[in-house]
């Protein structure tokens, strides 16, 4: 027969708010069927290099249990950008389930509503090796959204798509 496509939806909202608090809820993203809820402080930093670094605390309810600390960076330098999101997550109930998780962007931005680069991802469980996957994407930006297209493992049978919604709000975001 044909070929089945399997998805999930993780929906991801943030906002940064008056004096740069950061929160974050996130359902599916540690495990399916579990939800967190992260709050943090952004720090800015504008010149030649522009920075932003907003270390965050969370929890995660649902199928899993635990606590996070998480460190999401970004930094541009003329049209090329750099983000990067890292978590170490602690389960309550199984320490072989805590993990490290990195997922990394480096991104070149020659048009308004047009940005290309590469991804990768990283996950380290507490009892295996680390397993790296890399990318290639496109994101494309109409006003305050942001469409990002991923396509990771592109020259394996392993390869999948991530597809991105991204609607920025916030006092920090006001124009």
Not at 18 to 38: D, I
Not at 66 to 76: I, T
Not at 107 to 112: D, F, V
Request: proline letters at 2%; a positive charge; aromatic letters at 18%.
């Amino acid at each position: 027969m044909g070929n089945t496509i399997n998805y999930i939806w993780v929906p991801v909202i943030h906002h940064l708010g008056k004096h740069g608090v950061y929160s974050e809820f996130r359902y599916n993203y540690e495990e399916a069927g579990a939800a967190s809820v992260y709050i943090g402080k952004n720090f800015v930093s504008k010149g030649t290099i522009e920075s932003s670094v907003t270390p965050a605390a969370g929890v995660v309810f649902g199928k899993y249990t635990g606590g996070s600390l998480a460190l999401n960076s970004s930094f541009s330098y003329k049209k090329f950008s750099f983000c990067s999101q890292s978590q170490y997550t602690i389960c309550a109930g199984n320490k072989t389930s805590n993990f490290f998780y990195n997922w990394s962007d480096l991104y070149y931005q020659e048009l308004q509503w047009l940005y290309t680069g590469f991804a990768i991802q990283q996950t380290k469980y507490r009892l295996n090796g680390m397993k790296t996957e890399a990318g290639v994407l496109a994101g494309f930006i109409v006003n305050k959204w942001t469409v990002p297209v991923y396509l990771f493992n592109p020259l394996s049978q392993e390869k999948y798509f991530i597809i991105g919604i991204n609607l920025e709000w916030g006092e920090n975001n006001k124009k």
